[in-house]
């Protein structure tokens, strides 16, 4: 028992201090609620209880402390569920590898926790079938397998198919085999899903189209080693050892082999993203420079919300201006931080749209709780307080949005407590009044618009400047500049480098007071040096400045 309690130990840490944004990501792209309406929509499909059940454990990753100890719990009772079908006491080490392989597989963050509730309830039937069938007569194990059957099937899915193998005697497991299977190919033509969807576990992956192949074998190892294990005779204190080692060896060196660390970074980013921490995104950047789509956009939304972009900018890695806003994919993460960005600028409508397509995104066809309350949120700035009360209901029937949804609730028509709020204010401030379409290739008109209707907007005139130079469109960037100069007091870094820049190629020099003195003399060095060797590791010294960012590119 100490070895799963130090198991499960690991386990949490594993999830509370190394990913605990994986857990937040799981709570987001479903919204559990407690109505009735919810609960007979899960139980309407092979597997809807599981689903049910496990949907109602991931609303509680809201609290990462939470989420991690339900994991490890899982992971503990899978391993002792192993070792007592494998009916042994000795090869404990053993009874691991199935729990192992799990904590591989969710590796993978499109695997579903219902296929790990399945499978613990699957197993818990399977050892209550061997713990207590030895007592009946074979008339009741022909009955109760008859029953049992269906009733597993529809609480858990497919994995009735383990059930079925782990049923004794051989007679009962063969005929509950095929009677499984019977059931699964019958309702699937009944049931509005694809037959291998049926077949796989309509819940159990959120892409509905495939299963990992992991995820297929983890039954099957649990059924070997429930069958063999248990006729291998009594083992020596030195097999027992070698057993352990073996195990603590597969363990350490593959379990966080299954995590892509590319792919929970920009998780992470996203999440940091969600709870507005952004001088934890800078830091995280200033550790290992972001370099994809996400990660860029979110450092950059965070340079911008703590007024950085024009002093820092070209610290990071940046990607043009699609660094700023990216381009649109349908995909649930990268909508929804494209989302955040025109949200934060004060195109509110737009930031409205993005939800809801980040949450049609979602794979498999879930609601998403953060998407339900940024709608929530678009329609109370936009004064559309009927259908904001429509997702603030639905919100009232979760456990950790209620509260908030209540508070809204209360200030939905109350136009004072509306514009004086932080941040809601704000944004009624900063939002265009006219609706209106717009091209990908004219955002930096949106963000001159959005200057001009509110010059208090500092992240749109960040944008406006940024956008321009990270084409590397010089005239156009100093038209931009002379417009917001003439109207706010913003001249960073960035923008005395470039306009250095634009005046030495004609050959002048740049108003008195315009650009510091330090900044010209540094623009003189890195000409000197350019001019004599444009391949010169010399000039990395630059790296962080526009004159290298416009010159080199790299």
Known sequence: MLLTLFFGLMAFLFWKVRYPFALTYQEQIQLF??????????????????????????????????????????????????????????????????????????GDENVMLTYVVALLLAMTVAWGWRSWSAKWSPR???????????????????????VALLMMPWTITVAALLYSLGLVLLSAHYLPFPLMRVVQGISYYRFPVTLPYLLMAIPVVVWMM?????????????????????????????????????KYELIEYDYLVRVRDWNAIIAKA?????????????????LAMTNQLGDRAFDFYQRGSEGLLPQFERNSAMTQLTGEIYFWLGLVNTAQRFAFEAMEAIPNYNKSARVVKRLAETNIINGQYDVARKYLQMLEKTIFYRSWAKRMMTMLGDEKSINEHPLYGTLRQYRLQEDFLFSEIELDKICGQLFMHNQKNQVAAQYLLMLPLLDRDVPRFMQFVQVVQNRIQYNPRHCQEVIAFAFMQQRQQP???????????????????????????????????????LTIGK
Not at 235 to 248: D, F, I, R, S
Not at 286 to 302: C, G, M, R
Not at 532 to 544: A, D, G, S, V, Y
């Open 511 to 549: 108003p008195q007071g315009v650009v510091s003195p330090m900044i010209l003399q540094q623009m003189d060095e890195f000409a000197r040096v350019y001019s004599q060797n444009q391949n010169t590791p010399e000039l990395n010294r630059f790296r962080n400045t526009a004159w290298y960012y």
């Open 226 to 262: 429930a069958i063999f294990i248990r006729l291998m005779p009594k083992a020596k204190q030195w097999v027992n050892v070698t057993e352990m080692m073996l195990v603590l060896v597969v363990f350490v060196g593959s379990v966080d082999l299954g995590y892509d660390k590319k």
């Open 140 to 162: 009741i194990k022909w009955l109760v397998a008859l029953l049992l059957i269906p009733v597993m099937y529809w609480l858990t899915g497919s994995m009735v198919l383990l």
């Open 286 to 302: 200033e550790k290992q420079t972001p370099d994809l789509p996400v990660s860029v956009s979110a450092t950059n939304l965070a």
């Open 33 to 106: 609620l407690f109505d009735d309406d919810y609960f007979f929509s899960r139980m309407a499909e092979p597997g809807g209880f599981a689903r049910y059940i496990a949907e109602f454990l991931v609303q509680f990753y809201n609290s990462v402390t939470l989420g991690a100890l339900i994991i490890a719990v899982l992971y503990m009772l899978i391993q002792r569920l192993t070792w007592r079908l494998m009916h042994s006491v000795y090869h404990y080490a053993l009874s691991f590898i199935p729990s192992i392989l799990l904590w591989y597989a969710m």
